[in-house]
Every structure is written in C-alpha cells, then in structure tokens.
C-alpha cells in the first residue's frame, strides 16, 4: 500500500504567522499577525528585494469581538491559507492584560498547530509598538524577542508555562518588554525607537496586577533558577570602590517547612563568581578580604530575590508556585490549606533565604594595574 498526502494546501499557498500582538480595542480585541514575506526573501526572484531596502516582512491588523473573529477578518484579505505552525512570540498590550489573558489562552490551546514553546511578553502599552522598531542586529522583528528568551535576559514565559499556570489558578510572571527613543547614526532616520526588556509582569487569576522592577526580576530569576549569569558590582571593603562579577552556574532548592500553622519556606542557592573588573586597591589575593566580597554578593542576591517575593505577596499572587512544593511535601497539609492558598502565602509564610556565592576566577592579574604603574614609575623616579 502506498501512503499519500495528508494535506492539500501546499506550503506556497501557506502564510506563516511569526508573531502575534493582541490589544485591547475599543469592542474586542486588535489582532496583529508578522509574516514572513517569501517574494522578498530570496534576492533575484520575482518580486525579490535584491538587498534594496524592503522589509521581508509584513504586519496586518484587524479588530474584532474576540481573536477567532479577528483572525477570519485577517483570513479574509489574504491570498494564503494562514497557519501557526511557525508562530514563535506572542506581545500582550498592557491595558489586555490587566482585563486577563484567558480568551487568549482559550485560543492557542485550541489551535492543533500552536507551538507550546512559543515566548510570551507583555509591551508597557500597545503590543503594536514593535512596528516602529529598528531592525539592526536580526532580519526579522521577532528573531530579537527569541534571542530575548534564550539569552536568559529575562524571566522566559511560554505558551506551556502560560497554560500549565492557568490550570493551578492564573498565577504567573510574564517579561515586560522597554521601549526608548534612542540615536542611531547609521541609520536614515538617525532618531528611532528601541526595545528591550525591563522587569516583570504579575499577573493574579489571569489578570496583570503588579510589575516587577529590573532588580526585582533578576531575584526571579534566581528563585526560578533560570538566570544563565548576572553582572553584579559590590563596594569593597577596602576604600568603598566597585567591583564587579560575572555570576554564574546558580543552582537554587526550595524547601518547605510545615510546622502546625506556621509555613516556612527555605530558599537556598549557590553560584559561582568570577572577577571582571575593579575600580579598588584591594588585594584579592587575601583569602578574608575575599570572602568579605563573596558575603557582600551572597546578601544582595538575597535582597533581590526578597523584594521580588515580597512584591508578589503584596499582590497575593503566588507566581513562583510554592504552593506546589508544599503540594509536593506536605499533600495532606495542602488539602486543607489550598482554597485559601493566596490569603495565606500573602500574609503568613515566612522565608527564609540563603545564599552562598564562590569568587571562582580572579583572572591571570591578581592585583589592580595601577598598583603595578604606580610602583613602576616610583622606580623609574
């Protein structure tokens, strides 16, 4: 027997859907869809751009009651059968998401072709915002949002993440993204619009409630255990000089406590540090000056990770699912507490951080070069 065909829509009568940017409108929702254009992608071919300036790629918008009618509204205009098989971003308008995010949720996890690893983000206003960005460094708008993502720059939601937390409650932490005007001089139009990434949103339910500053949600990252490696700079002891850090290799445990009423939850985590620069005079080659430096990194790792918990118990919105371990650990104890999780974890659970950071390298210098010119040039004297 011989097998055949199981689709009749050829991929040239396919319109792949890159990204997608959902906002609120004025009765519904406007839905923007990114395509890749194949007419301009391959120079010399009809239609081709040849490297002349034209984007190869294109936006279409339309609005309606919710994103199924938008979608066919789209559908409607173009001479390709769209498909999300290729779909790797989706940008939420911030004013959509602090009315909740389940419609969008309702859509994608009924789409047969939707990819569960697609990257979520939220723009500070309208998600139609990244039209105006630049490209510089990638042909495409939403290859910069993927790098994003694995890059480690920011907390790294995805559609399974978004799905798998509305199961539990809607309780989550979806990256904001930055938008400034910035000057590039190697551009036509030198004054442009530039993105980049700035804290975290909480979201309650669903529902966007809080953000999270840049520092805050760098402490996310290390209770979620995905920051691939941060910049710290910590004053030294010696004469109040920065020095700077690459962190790296983080490995954090949670651990909770159950004891009577009382919950506690113990957050332990490690890393490794090495030296990067230093404005100091101190001597790194003195193992206590060192360890000084190590504790200094060690506590505002802890600061970080503090603020960003204790922002999201202001908001009473567990986004880090500590429910879950105590689920884990203690299931008889979460059966009686979980209808009243978020009252409890907003005004009860105590924490408690640890953290311990190793200076690993300190490169082939161990001292500062000014000590040595300065010591050169008193010998020349």
Request: net charge positive; aromatic share 8%.
């Amino acid at each position: 027997m011989l097998s055949g065909c199981w689709n009749s829509i050829e991929l040239n009568d396919r319109a792949f859907v890159k990204m997608i940017m959902i906002d609120k409108a004025e009765s519904g929702m406007e839905v923007t869809l990114a395509f890749p254009l194949p007419n301009r992608l391959i120079p010399g071919q009809a239609g081709g751009s040849g490297g002349q300036g034209q984007n190869p790629f294109t936006y279409v918008s339309k609005k309606g009651r919710d994103i199924g009618e938008a979608y066919r509204f789209i559908q409607s205009d173009l001479s390709r059968k769209i498909t999300f098989g290729q779909t790797t971003v989706i940008i939420i308008g911030s004013a959509l998401a602090k009315e909740g995010i389940q419609p969008i949720l309702e859509f994608v996890a009924r789409e047969p072709r939707f990819h569960i690893n697609a990257a979520v983000f939220v723009a500070p206003e309208k998600a139609q915002a990244i039209a105006a960005v630049p490209i510089v460094f990638e042909r495409f708008p939403f290859d910069i949002l993927v790098a994003y993502s694995k890059q480690h720059l920011t907390v790294q939601t995805t559609v399974k993440d978004s799905l798998m937390a509305s199961f539990v409650g809607g309780d989550m932490l979806i990256p904001m993204l930055h938008f400034e005007t910035k000057t590039i001089p190697t551009e036509k139009q030198s004054i442009m619009k530039w993105m980049g990434t700035d804290g975290a949103a909480i979201f309650k339910q669903g529902k966007m409630v809080a953000e999270l500053n840049t520092n805050e949600m760098r402490g996310a990252l290390w209770i979620q255990e995905t920051i691939k490696d941060s910049e710290i700079t910590v004053p030294s002891t010696k004469d109040g000089k920065e020095v700077s850090f690459i962190v790296k290799n983080n490995h954090t445990t949670i651990k909770p406590v159950v004891s009577g009423d009382q919950i506690t939850m113990n957050i332990y985590t490690k890393a490794d540090a090495d030296l990067i620069s230093s404005e100091s005079d101190i001597n790194f080659k003195d193992g206590k000056q060192r360890a000084i430096l190590e504790n200094d990194l060690a506590r505002l790792v802890e600061d970080r990770m503090s603020k960003a918990i204790t922002k999201s118990q202001g908001a009473g919105a567990d986004v880090f699912q500590f429910g879950n371990h105590i689920d884990w650990n203690y299931p008889h104890k979460w059966s009686e507490i979980e209808s009243q999780w978020r009252t409890i974890y907003a005004k009860k659970v105590k924490f408690n951080i640890q953290s311990r950071i190793v200076i690993k390298h300190l490169g082939t210098e161990k001292n500062p070069l000014r000590i040595r010119n300065n010591t050169r040039t008193e010998v020349g004297a």
